[in-house]
């Protein structure tokens, strides 16, 4: 697969703070990538100045083979950016919010009015397009604002903590024009979430802390290296099942009315069970989650 975003040895300053300490990783073309980080941890600058908004100290980038810091304005041609704030006018309806911005890429008016009629369609608010965009619900504005990127029919979309903030139904929603821009057109997303959700839902992942990169793989390589499964027991005998556990060198941890053994594979839960027969309530196989693996990484919250 082509690559698509390459970074080699990018470094970052603010003054005595090493923001970005000489990271390399690269993105395939068509691919949905999540790029996590807890605050401060580099996140932000890196992906600004991917999208040419901010200067870097050191290192190279190429976006679809165009050189950051020789050829900007061809690398913003190629990609659009949904930030997690919007940028967009509540005094304007839709379309007008959507001929200004696309005012900004000098189409003619024919073709950007197809463009915006384009992007419109593609994320399903044709209906509101004379409402004032400060009067929509927000999964109709971040839908607007996911249109208001795809204006320049950017090989690369930018998604910056898309949902945050929505409830989940609404981001449901947004995921699925999102999934139909990836999948049906082939678009290559560069998202960061706080959501591990949906970055569990990524082809590949890189976390980033402090500066460096800390961990990458897909969703099921950084769950099977950094998490661990557990098997949860309510037993009908708490102290019997104590002992049980204790005179078999069984390490366990209580919750409630709850016996917790953490599992280094998730078959180590029958021989388990099976040494407590006839004295289980009920019990759950829960697998390690992409919340997990996060904080095994990066000793972390996401939200921290």
């Not at 839902?201 to 890189?206: H, N, Q, W």
């Not at 019990?283 to 990066?298: E, K, S």
Request: with cysteine; glycine share 8%.
């Amino acid at each position: 697969m082509r690559k698509i975003i390459e970074v080699t040895g990018l470094q970052k300053r603010y003054g005595a703070v090493e923001a970005v300490k000489g990271i390399d990783f690269y993105v395939e073309e068509g691919k949905l990538f999540a790029f996590l980080g807890p605050n401060g941890a580099g996140k932000s600058t890196t992906i600004n100045i991917i999208c040419t908004l901010l200067s870097k100290d050191a290192g190279t980038i190429l976006v679809d083979g165009h050189e950051l810091d020789k050829e900007d304005s061809a690398i913003r041609d190629e990609i659009g950016i949904v930030f997690q704030e919007s940028v967009l006018d509540p005094l304007l309806t839709v379309k007008e919010n959507l001929m200004t911005r696309g005012s900004f890429y000098h189409l003619e008016k024919e073709a950007l009015n197809q463009a915006i009629n384009e992007a419109m369609k593609t994320t399903d608010i044709v209906n509101i397009a004379n409402r004032r965009f400060g009067t929509l619900s927000g999964g109709q504005r971040r839908r607007t604002d996911i249109a208001r990127a795809l204006i320049n029919h950017p090989k690369i979309l930018f998604l910056d903590e898309p949902t945050t903030g929505l409830d989940p139904q609404t981001r449901k929603t947004v995921w699925k024009t999102i999934e139909q821009l990836q999948k049906e057109q082939g678009m290559t997303v560069f998202l960061t979430t706080h959501y591990m959700e949906e970055a569990a839902m990524a082809d590949y992942v890189i976390v980033i802390d402090n500066g460096m990169i800390a961990a990458k793989g897909t969703p099921a390589e950084l769950k099977e290296k950094y998490s661990t499964d557990s098997v949860m027991i309510e037993p009908k005998n708490r102290e019997k099942a104590i002992a049980v556990l204790k005179n078999n060198h069984i390490e366990f941890r209580e919750a409630s009315d709850l016996l917790i053994v953490d599992l280094a594979q998730t078959l180590e839960a029958l021989p388990i069970l099976a040494l407590l027969e006839g004295e289980i309530t009920s019990f759950q196989v829960l697998n390690g989650t992409m919340d997990d693996a996060f904080i095994g990484i990066t000793g972390k919250e996401i939200r921290e």
